[in-house]
């Protein structure tokens, strides 16, 4: 069984600050890594995608990856309190020929003026 | 461009009735999935279909069955609802097998 780890928070943060959220994975192979954001009562969306080992940044957003050690994390900087959400963390790994993802059970940001 | 649709968005069935989840996406991707979410759980995936005529088991397909009609279209069918099942699901699409995915509204269901 593929996991994906995540502290289920809630992490709470004052406005402006950095909030920093880590996932963890035991398939040494995965290939794709996500974090998605779910506000309460809707569905996912997309915030960042990354596939090689290093920072990746998208306005506030900076996505980490590091394979040797099987973690990613976020870092959401200047912090709004509508980046108040659960931010979920996927992980695609190959198994049987195709590629299944697997998603922690996320992490509650909150983010408090 | 309407992404990914999913009907219906409510639903409620007494045990033992059976019903067809609808997904459908305009994006022309190729592979999409079926999840479901209870509290505390994560998403689960419960059937995918990584391109068209190809469908698999995810991690809890027990209970349910799915079809990939088109490249559009995937339906999730539960042949005789149980409480256990009481869920939101939730239909994803992605352009490839290792991609982002994009997800419809969801369907809240509740199984008396």
């Known amino acids: 069984q593929k996991e994906v780890e995540q502290n289920s928070g809630p992490l709470s943060v004052p406005e402006g600050a950095i909030a920093s959220l880590n996932c963890t994975y035991s398939d040494r192979g995965s290939q794709s890594f996500f974090w998605y954001r779910q506000y309460s009562g809707k569905s996912p969306e997309l915030i960042m995608s990354i596939y090689s080992n290093g920072d990746k940044e998208d306005g506030r957003f900076t996505a980490q990856l590091n394979k040797a050690s099987q973690y990613v994390s976020l870092l959401i900087r200047d912090s709004q309190p509508s980046d108040s959400a659960t931010y979920l963390c996927a992980v695609n790994s190959a198994s049987g020929g195709s590629y299944i993802p697997t998603f922690g059970r996320g992490t509650s940001l909150i983010v408090h003026p | 461009n309407a992404g990914v649709t999913q009907t219906p968005k409510f639903q409620v069935l007494k045990t033992g009735q059976s019903m067809t989840l609808q997904c459908a996406q305009d994006?022309?991707?190729?592979?999409m999935y079926w999840y479901r979410q209870d509290p505390g759980m994560g998403l689960r995936l419960i059937y995918y279909?990584?391109?068209?005529?190809?469908?698999d088991k995810g991690e809890v397909p027990n209970g349910y069955n799915v079809s990939r009609l088109n490249k559009r279209e995937f339906s999730l069918r539960l042949e005789s609802a149980a409480p256990s099942q009481t869920s939101v699901y939730f239909c994803?699409?992605?352009?490839?097998?290792?991609?982002?995915?994009?997800f419809g509204p969801g369907t809240r269901l509740t199984v008396l």
């Open positions: 994803a699409s992605s352009e490839s097998r290792v991609g982002e995915q994009f």
């Open positions: 994006m022309n991707h190729n592979s």
């Open positions: 279909s990584a391109s068209e005529g190809t469908t």
